[in-house]
């Protein structure tokens, strides 16, 4: 019952947002969630609609309740203060039962999802995330294909104290990075996330991930991206000076682009792990510049 | 009133016998070597305005480095040690303290009672802290800046530190020490210094509210205690409590600190509860709806308070069974919330209403503490838990509960107490004015901060990307002015301190204020209560 309202409500205020301006983040709207692109997101973003509207209507109720008792009992309006009234067993069991339904109403479809979100059988590929202070660290697990993220030239120049340069005429300030993370579209991709140095978080709001880099840790989650795009988001546990300047970009390509990226990758992986095995054996892993 | 002339008669008899108990120290060893419960609690209340102020300087600092992208004043490094130095500060030095000051100024007086129970564990309790944030704000001093790790001092970023470290986990120790002594007194106080006849649920509910918290308080400090303990022996010891490479776990100590922590948000909120439930019946001149529903929904919610901390951490990766139990148990909470919101609403239902300052502020308390407690309620939300998770709508949330919930109240109680304390009655227009400008711009400064999490801005940044930018705009203006108009409130107390009208025993003679507070002068005895007062249905709470 609730997904049917969930899903009403979801298409009415889709509708509303659709109509504002909408920057930076795809998506995304200044003042709400964004409503992403994996099933995962959707669902998210319908339960976060849901409890704001389920807030709303209390809020509503018990603020209607408190404005209309400002009003109506002033003493400034004659009002004469009914010392009796003190407490009343019936209505005090009417309103701790009423939210205790409500409650178990948002736990259903909240249980439902996080379930979801937990789920990362029948994953197509797998990429191990690292974190690292301050850049972020993709492998492709079985392909061979490993490089560094961190954040571009541009935005790491205008960033500086006293760089002169404005943050408005720099492309995704802050937000864009110089290797995006390259995935294909409507694969459903395990990440194991885990961190370095400190705590870092990865995540990416479009595909409402977002889960803790934790050093001696390997976390689990998943997405499968329904549209071809650019998506951003940032690192989101507080890791040192720099936490701010750790973007994340995620670039999703068709299955085609994808797998023509994969081999140019490792096209251009294999000479140098190669010509890195000549020198010295331990550096085969090496990083690799795509 | 009869009682009062009482209480003089016993006074003069008194002073024949009893000489010594009416020294009244001066100069600065009345507050060196303060015992009595009144110096003590002023104090504390001082010590808080000072800390809400150094806080807020702080804080201004952020505000003023997010008017704009692009790093305009601060090094990153030293943005986030205001983050972390503003929390400790508005946590530890600002409202808890605010809140012991107003135990230690009013308890005895609700309870009957002539002093606080242990008035030399007081004196010390009080006189750790200078010394702790000193201890604390020196770190500044050294090299490597404060502390920069936030003030969850998650490892093992938090031992990156460098002489700060050890400047913060001393000054955390001392603190706790502090809470722990103050929390010790009010339950001592209150177990044991009732007047005859004032039977536990004829308590105000004021008194109540701290008794909780002074159990709370006790239960997990100690916890914080050990917590930070461990980081120190990490760091110097070559222990390996949190470090992986040496079998240690990072999650673990989350675990503990938030085991401190959540009881700690309830620390911090329970007592504002208490001051909200003593007011709104006074200026609506009917007995508190529900006082016995009160008191078990503030115990409700300290109990659950130990049973939900890892909801500040569904994104550490928790097996799924444990993000559904801390999912269920945190919206649980909002089953005794809740009664509390509809008993102080239903307080007003049938009341007779006036706007006097404490009630102004305790209305904001009211409606905007409420707000707080529905962003809460999403928070709870797991599955979109990950998404407002470490932004800005967390900041925003738990400034809506501390901000405009905590701080109101004591601002309200201030308000409230204040012509007991001094004796005089304070500037009504100043005070409202305080409260417009507080009110409105406190909103300013927080609301927009939901759209900014919600749109994607993390917390703990000291730069972000353009398209934050007009938020962050509003917000900073709201902050700056809501940061200036507090300069009111200290000219309010000042003004009040040196003069004005004369001030009642009774204080809000047209309204119905309840308690024995208001059976002695204004300003209050030194002694408070030196024979146990009698208690009568008129100066107690009425609960039947």
């Given at each position: 019952?609730?997904?049917?309202?969930?899903?009403?409500?979801?298409?009415?205020?889709?509708?509303l947002?659709?109509?504002?301006?909408?920057?930076?983040?795809?998506?995304?709207?200044?003042?709400?969630?964004?409503?992403?692109?994996?099933?995962?997101?959707?669902e998210?973003?319908?339960l976060?609609?849901?409890i704001?509207?389920?807030?709303?209507?209390?809020?509503?109720?018990?603020?209607?309740?408190?404005?209309?008792?400002?009003i109506?009992f002033?003493?400034?309006?004659?009002?004469?203060?009914?010392?009796t009234?003190?407490?009343?067993?019936?209505?005090e069991?009417?309103?701790?039962?009423?939210?205790?339904?409500?409650?178990?109403?948002?736990?259903?479809?909240?249980?439902?999802?996080?379930?979801?979100?937990?789920?990362?059988?029948?994953?197509?590929?797998?990429?191990?995330?690292?974190?690292?202070?301050?850049q972020?660290?993709?492998?492709y697990?079985?392909?061979?294909?490993?490089?560094?993220?961190?954040?571009?030239?541009?935005?790491?120049?205008?960033?500086q104290r006293?760089?002169?340069?404005?943050?408005?005429?720099v492309?995704?300030?802050?937000?864009?990075v110089?290797?995006?993370?390259?995935?294909p579209?409507?694969?459903?991709?395990?990440?194991l996330?885990t961190?370095?140095?400190?705590?870092?978080?990865?995540?990416?709001p479009?595909?409402?991930?977002?889960?803790?880099?934790?050093p001696?840790?390997?976390?689990?989650?998943?997405?499968?991206?329904?549209k071809?795009?650019?998506?951003?988001?940032q690192?989101?546990?507080?890791?040192?000076r720099?936490h701010?300047?750790?973007?994340?970009?995620?670039?999703?390509?068709?299955?085609?682009?994808?797998?023509?990226?994969?081999?140019?990758?490792?096209?251009?992986?294999?000479?140098?792990?190669?010509?890195?095995?000549?020198?010295?054996?331990?550096?085969?892993?090496?990083?690799?510049?795509? | 009133?009869?009682?009062?002339?009482?209480?003089?008669?016993?006074?003069?008899?008194?002073?024949?016998?009893?000489?010594?108990h009416?020294?009244?120290?001066?100069?600065?060893?009345?507050?060196?070597?303060?015992?009595?419960?009144?110096?003590?609690?002023?104090m504390?209340?001082?010590?808080?305005?000072?800390?809400?102020?150094?806080?807020?300087?702080?804080?201004?600092?952020?505000?003023?480095e997010?008017?704009?992208?692009?790093l305009?004043?601060?090094?990153?490094?030293?943005?986030?040690s205001?983050?972390?130095?503003?929390?400790?500060l508005?946590i530890?030095?600002?409202?808890?303290?605010?809140?012991?000051?107003?135990?230690?100024?009013?308890?005895?007086?609700?309870?009957?009672?002539p002093?606080?129970?242990?008035?030399?564990?007081?004196n010390?309790?009080?006189?750790?802290?200078?010394?702790?944030?000193?201890?604390?704000?020196?770190?500044?001093?050294?090299?490597?800046?404060?502390?920069a790790?936030?003030?969850?001092?998650y490892?093992?970023?938090?031992?990156?530190?460098?002489?700060?470290?050890?400047?913060?986990?001393?000054?955390?120790?001392?603190?706790?020490?502090?809470?722990i002594?103050?929390?010790?007194?009010?339950?001592v106080?209150?177990?044991?210094?009732?007047?005859?006849?004032?039977t536990?649920?004829?308590?105000?509910i004021?008194?109540?509210?701290?008794?909780?918290?002074?159990?709370?308080?006790?239960?997990?400090?100690?916890?914080?205690?050990?917590?930070?303990?461990?980081?120190?022996?990490d760091?110097?010891?070559?222990?390996?409590?949190?470090?992986?490479?040496?079998?240690?776990?990072?999650?673990?100590?989350?675990?503990?600190?938030?085991f401190?922590?959540?009881?700690?948000?309830?620390?911090?909120?329970?007592?504002?509860?208490?001051?909200?439930?003593?007011?709104?019946?006074?200026?609506?001149?009917?007995p508190?709806?529900?006082?016995?529903?009160?008191?078990?929904?503030?115990?409700?919610?300290?109990?659950?308070?130990?049973?939900?901390?890892?909801?500040?951490?569904?994104?550490?990766?928790?097996?799924?069974?444990?993000?559904?139990?801390?999912m269920?148990?945190t919206?649980?909470?909002?089953?005794?919330?809740g009664v509390k919101?509809?008993?102080?609403?239903?307080?007003?239902?049938?009341?007779?209403?006036?706007?006097?300052?404490?009630?102004?502020?305790?209305?904001?308390?009211?409606?905007?503490?409420t707000?707080?407690?529905?962003?809460?309620?999403?928070?709870?939300?797991?599955?979109?838990?990950?998404?407002y998770?470490?932004?800005?709508?967390?900041?925003?949330?738990?400034?809506?509960?501390?901000?405009?919930?905590?701080?109101?109240?004591?601002?309200?109680?201030v308000?409230?107490?204040?012509?007991k304390?001094?004796?005089?009655?304070?500037?009504?227009?100043?005070a409202k004015?305080?409260?417009?400008?507080?009110?409105?711009?406190?909103?300013?400064?927080?609301?927009?901060?939901?759209?900014?999490?919600?749109?994607?801005?993390?917390?703990?940044?000291?730069?972000?990307?353009t398209?934050?930018?007009?938020?962050?705009?509003?917000?900073?203006?709201?902050?700056?002015?809501?940061?200036?108009?507090?300069?009111?409130?200290?000219?309010?107390?000042?003004?009040?301190?040196?003069?004005?009208?004369?001030?009642?025993?009774?204080?809000?003679?047209?309204?119905?204020?309840?308690?024995?507070?208001?059976?002695?002068?204004?300003?209050?005895?030194?002694?408070?209560?030196?024979?146990?007062?009698?208690?009568?249905?008129?100066?107690?709470?009425?609960?039947?």
């Open positions: 019952m609730f997904d049917v309202n969930g899903k009403k409500l979801t298409a009415v205020l889709a509708g947002v659709a109509t504002l301006p909408a920057w930076g983040y795809q998506n995304q709207s200044s003042y709400n969630m964004t409503q992403g692109v994996t099933p995962v997101a959707h998210v973003y319908a976060h609609m849901i704001f509207w389920v807030c709303v209507a209390i809020a509503v109720v018990v603020f209607g309740a408190m404005i209309y008792s400002l109506a002033r003493r400034s309006n004659g009002a004469v203060a009914d010392r009234l003190t407490h009343s067993t019936k209505v069991i009417i309103w701790t039962t009423i939210p205790v339904f409500i409650l178990i109403a948002m736990a259903i479809p909240a249980a439902k999802t996080l379930i979801m979100m937990e789920d990362t059988r029948n994953s197509e590929m797998s990429i191990k995330i690292t974190g690292h202070q301050w972020w660290q993709y492998e697990l079985g392909e061979g294909v490993m490089f560094y993220s961190r954040l571009s030239q541009n935005s790491n120049e205008a960033r006293g760089s002169g340069i404005d943050p408005a005429t492309k995704d300030y802050l937000l864009s110089d290797h995006p993370l390259v995935v579209v409507d694969t459903k991709i395990r990440v996330i961190g370095n140095d400190v705590i870092h978080a990865w995540w990416v479009d595909f409402a991930i977002k889960k803790d880099a934790i001696g840790f390997v976390n689990e989650s998943w997405f499968k991206a329904e071809v795009g650019h998506y951003l988001g690192c989101a546990e507080l890791c040192g720099d701010g300047f750790m973007p994340i970009n995620v670039d999703v390509l068709s299955k085609e682009d994808y797998a023509k990226w994969l081999a140019d990758k490792k096209a251009a992986a294999a000479p140098a792990a190669a010509t890195a095995l000549n020198v010295s054996a331990p550096a085969a892993t090496a990083a690799v510049a795509p | 009133m009869a009682h009062a002339h009482t209480h003089d008669g016993v006074n003069h008899l008194d002073h024949s016998h009893d000489d010594h009416h020294d009244k120290p001066t100069g600065i060893g009345r507050w060196l070597y303060a015992t009595n419960h009144k110096d003590i609690g002023t504390y209340l001082v010590f808080s305005l000072i800390m809400f102020f150094m806080g807020g300087a702080m804080a201004m600092v952020i505000r003023a997010l008017w704009s992208p692009g305009q004043f601060v090094d990153p490094l030293f943005f986030n205001m983050t972390t130095t503003h929390a400790l508005m530890f030095g600002a409202v808890m303290p605010a809140f012991v000051g107003l135990a230690n100024w009013m308890i005895p007086l609700q309870v009957g009672a002093d606080m129970a242990l008035p030399r564990m007081n010390y309790s009080f006189w750790i802290l200078p010394f702790a944030f000193t201890l604390l704000l020196s770190s500044f001093f050294t090299a490597g800046g404060g502390p790790g936030g003030w969850t001092m490892p093992p970023l938090a031992l990156q530190a460098g002489t700060s470290f050890p400047l913060m986990i001393f000054a955390i120790h001392l603190m706790g020490a502090s809470s002594m103050g929390a010790i007194n009010v339950i106080t209150i177990m044991n210094m009732r007047a005859p006849g004032l536990l649920l004829k308590l105000p004021f008194c109540w509210a701290w008794l909780i918290t002074a159990y709370l308080l006790i239960a997990v400090m100690p916890v914080l205690a050990g917590a930070v303990t461990m980081l120190l022996t760091h110097y010891f070559g222990t390996s409590f949190f470090n992986p490479a040496g079998g240690g776990d990072p999650v673990m100590y989350q675990h503990i600190f938030w401190f922590g959540h009881p700690e948000v309830y620390i911090l909120i329970l007592p504002a509860f208490g001051i909200v439930s003593e007011i709104i019946p006074t200026f609506s001149r009917k508190l709806f529900g006082y016995e529903a009160m008191i078990y929904a503030t115990a409700s919610i300290a109990f659950l308070s130990f049973i939900v901390w890892a909801h500040h951490m569904f994104t550490t990766g928790m097996p799924l069974a444990g993000q559904m139990f801390f269920m148990s919206m649980l909470i909002a089953v005794p919330t919101v509809f008993n102080w609403t239903t307080t007003m239902w049938k009341g007779s209403l006036t706007f006097e300052p404490p009630m102004l502020f305790s209305l904001a308390f009211l409606f905007l503490f707000i707080g407690g529905f962003s809460g309620l999403m928070l709870a939300i797991a599955p979109a838990d990950f998404q998770q470490d932004t800005y709508f967390v900041v925003a949330h738990f400034h809506y509960v501390l901000v405009s919930g905590a701080v109101f109240a004591i601002m309200a109680s308000y409230y107490w204040l012509p304390w001094t004796g005089h009655m304070y500037s009504m227009a100043l004015t305080h409260f417009w400008l507080s009110a409105v711009f406190v909103n300013v400064l927080f609301f927009p901060q939901h759209f900014l999490g919600l749109a994607g801005m993390p917390r703990r940044i000291p730069d972000y990307n398209q934050f930018t007009d938020w962050n705009r509003v917000s900073s203006l709201g902050g700056f002015v809501f940061g200036l108009s507090q300069i009111l409130f200290v000219i309010v107390i000042i003004q009040c301190v040196r003069g004005g009208p004369k001030a009642s025993a009774k204080v809000w003679d047209d309204a119905t204020p309840e308690g024995l507070e208001w059976t002695v002068d204004s300003p209050a005895p030194y002694h408070s209560f030196e024979t146990p007062p009698v208690i009568t249905e008129e100066n107690t709470h009425p609960s039947h």
